[in-house]
């Protein structure tokens, strides 16, 4: 007996586990998110100010904005008014509205009424299944799932972002956009009612076809609001005299490169709200288009251009690429993010690192002359050399010879390290399978690399900390610590590069002139292939890149005819710019006014400038040397062939022979030393080539 009883209280512990298992499993496929409802959305980006700049189509065809936070208080009265007027109130459907719904059809041999709450119709719309009476108890079971896993503000924000709105525009953003071209936020209560009778039979909207029916459903709304209180007699009067909308029109397509960008990291089927400025991205596209039909005569068909806001690091404007078809001319190619020659621009970080740590003044001169290291032979972009110039002139005028022998003496490998710190990521080989032609554009960067380079360097120059670059509102991308470039050096180097110029078309240069002080560098790789142009300020980045995706090169394709004009122009749309401060490091160093070393007891003229710390190990001047002359002065002498107290000390300037044959083609008032008086032997005092 007692056995049976043991056998009976297990077996009812048995059916009491299996129904809380079941119950359980009930409670939780009630409650977890229903999949139905996930659909693939368009990738949205608009600006920072909430308006659309950019969309694309979502991977099933349709234009299917994703969900907003916040539904139009115009749309979401209508829509309540005309579908569901209970939508809050009841758990999912509306027994009154169902029952109503089955008398109607009832009398009828067709579905009349659904009689279907707004979460039924998402429902319905989720699953897309014939309309019978058992798919009808499905939906209502379905809805209220949904009610348990949804607040009624989800839901709403769902319905509106999947409601059919005719052909293939689903949701309330996309459809807005369509029709009337503007936000959802921007409608009419017209406009809005419009709308709101559209998922009910979306067939409607089609030009020419059932508009007549369309406008009795909306007018026929729009009494009901009045009637509700929710518009005045006026507002109705008006209303009802609104025209329908005609013909879909296109969405604004204003940063479609951006949209890749931004897509490919993570953001496919969503909506970014970016950093970009929607009135100047659009100046921009207006600019970049002007210049693209003017160099598309020129078989120059393509160009890219990067604005960035240096105090709060944001990307403000950009255009991948100009309008061309992008069925023959790379048109879809994002070339803010493709790999191009650098040519000239990684210069200025060269000169920076050598000033930092003392190897150089601005005013120091650099050898420029013929040059073959090992098997590699520089040249000059104008094939000329100027024997010897100024670091400051070597940069502006982007000479390529001084620039070598610089990175020769600076050390390449340590060179390469600090351009990885920098974040050029591109330059991903190591130091020596580019060589010294790393400076002179062997290594292919970005324009996104190289702004935001330039980006640091301005941030370092006005003595600010770096802060990451954003595309998108309060998110940090590729932020890189930078401890390499102090405020001096940084500033020293700005400055450098406010003349950027090349020695050939100087005429030209007089279109640039404005009272905007601008740090600025061009760049052109081999072959005519790449033209660059980069300038920054305290406040802004513009940077240029033009040229053929499919890397074909072109006469005339340079960085200062091509990408330049295109740079300042953007410079004169920006808001006024100030320049940077002079950081309080800098130390006041005596040099040598001719050569720009430190000075020597043989340097009779000295002059002092402001430098960074480091520049007290900057090499003693070689380039003054004390000579006796006669008394004439005409010819050198020593004491064994002329009376030294009837000789004349003095200090000269004097360059080693290659470099001097070039120098004093250049420099008229060069004086090279003089002859020996006949009888009298040179003595050794070489100077160090």
């Avoid at 590069?497 to 279109?511: N, V, Y």
């Avoid at 004349?648 to 002859?675: A, C, G, M, N």
Wanted: aromatic share 12%; charged share 20%; with cysteine.
């Amino acid at each position: 007996m007692e056995n049976k009883n043991t056998k009976k209280s297990s077996s009812k512990k048995i059916r009491y586990l299996g129904f809380f298992i079941v119950f359980l499993g009930l409670i939780s496929w009630l409650i977890s998110p229903n999949n139905d409802l996930i659909k693939p959305y368009s990738t949205v980006v608009e600006d920072k100010n909430g308006e659309l700049l950019s969309a694309t189509i979502a991977s099933d065809g349709q234009w299917r904005f994703p969900p907003s936070d916040s539904i139009p208080f115009k749309f979401r009265t209508s829509i309540r008014l005309f579908e569901d007027e209970y939508f809050n109130a009841h758990p999912g459907f509306n027994p009154f509205s169902l029952l109503r719904a089955f008398k109607q059809n009832l009398g009828s041999n067709k579905v009349k009424s659904g009689g279907s709450t707004i979460t039924m119709q998402l429902i319905r719309i989720s699953r897309r299944k014939q309309r019978t009476y058992w798919q009808k108890l499905i939906e209502i079971i379905l809805a209220l799932k949904t009610e348990l896993r949804y607040s009624k503000k989800e839901i709403f924000s769902l319905y509106a972002a999947n409601a059919p709105f005719g052909g293939n525009v689903v949701g309330l953003e996309a459809a807005s956009w369509r029709y009337y071209g503007r936000s959802p936020h921007l409608l009419s209560w017209a406009e809005a009612a419009t709308l709101a009778v559209l998922p009910n039979a979306p067939s409607l909207i089609y030009p020419g076809k059932n508009q007549i029916k369309l406008f009795k459903k909306r007018n026929f709304l729009l009494r009901k609001l009045y009637f509700k209180k929710y518009i005045d007699k006026t507002q109705y009067e008006l209303s009802i005299d609104e025209p329908l909308p005609q013909k879909p029109l296109k969405l604004p397509q204003n940063a479609n490169h951006l949209l890749q960008f931004l897509s490919n990291r993570g953001n496919k089927g969503k909506k970014v709200v970016s950093t970009i400025e929607k009135v100047l991205q659009l100046k921009v596209n207006e600019i970049g288009e002007q210049y693209y039909k003017q160099y598309s005569h020129e078989q120059i068909d393509n160009l890219a251009i990067l604005v960035l806001d240096v105090k709060n690091g944001e990307v403000l404007a950009y255009m991948g690429n100009s309008n061309c078809p992008s069925n023959n001319c790379g048109g879809k190619v994002d070339l803010i993010q493709a790999k191009r020659s650098s040519g000239s621009t990684l210069k200025p970080f060269l000169y920076g690192f050598s000033i930092e740590e003392g190897q150089l003044f601005p005013t120091t001169l650099i050898k420029d002359v013929p040059t073959k290291i090992a098997e590699y032979q520089p040249e000059n972009f104008n094939r000329k050399y100027d024997g010897a110039v100024t670091a400051r002139t070597a940069l502006y005028r982007s000479l390529n010879v001084p620039a070598v022998r610089l990175l020769q003496d600076y050390g390449l490998e340590k060179f390469h390290s600090r351009l990885k710190y920098l974040g050029f990521n591109s330059i991903n080989k190591g130091p020596d399978h580019y060589g010294l032609t790393l400076i002179l554009g062997g290594a292919e960067c970005t324009l996104w690399e190289l702004c935001n380079a330039y980006y640091q360097l301005s941030k370092k120059a006005n003595n600010e900390e770096i802060i990451a670059l954003k595309a998108i509102a309060n998110k940090e991308m590729n932020f890189i610590k930078y401890p390499f470039l102090s405020a001096e050096s940084a500033f020293i180097t700005a400055e450098m590069i406010t003349e950027t110029k090349r020695p050939l078309g100087q005429g030209a240069w007089k279109i640039f002139s404005s009272a905007r002080k601008v740090a600025w560098k061009t760049g052109t790789s081999y072959g005519h292939r790449d033209a660059w142009a980069i300038g920054t300020t305290p406040e802004y980045v513009v940077g240029v890149w033009v040229g053929n995706a499919d890397g074909e090169g072109r006469p005339g394709l340079t960085g200062v005819k091509k990408a330049a004009p295109v740079m300042f122009d953007i410079f004169r749309v920006l808001p006024e710019s100030s320049w940077f401060k002079t950081p309080s490091g800098l130390v006041p160093i005596k040099t040598c006014k001719k050569s720009g070393y430190l000075p020597t007891s043989s340097c009779n003229e000295t002059v002092t400038i402001m430098a960074p710390a480091m520049g007290v190990h900057q090499k003693s001047c070689q380039f003054h040397k004390v000579i006796q002359l006669d008394s004439s002065e005409e010819f050198r002498i020593n004491s064994n062939c002329y009376p030294l107290h009837k000789s004349i000390e003095k200090s000269w300037f004097t360059l080693p022979p290659l470099q001097e044959w070039y120098y004093k083609r250049r420099h008229p008032d060069y004086k090279v030393l003089p002859s020996f008086l006949a009888g009298c032997e040179e003595e050794n005092t070489n100077i160090i080539d």
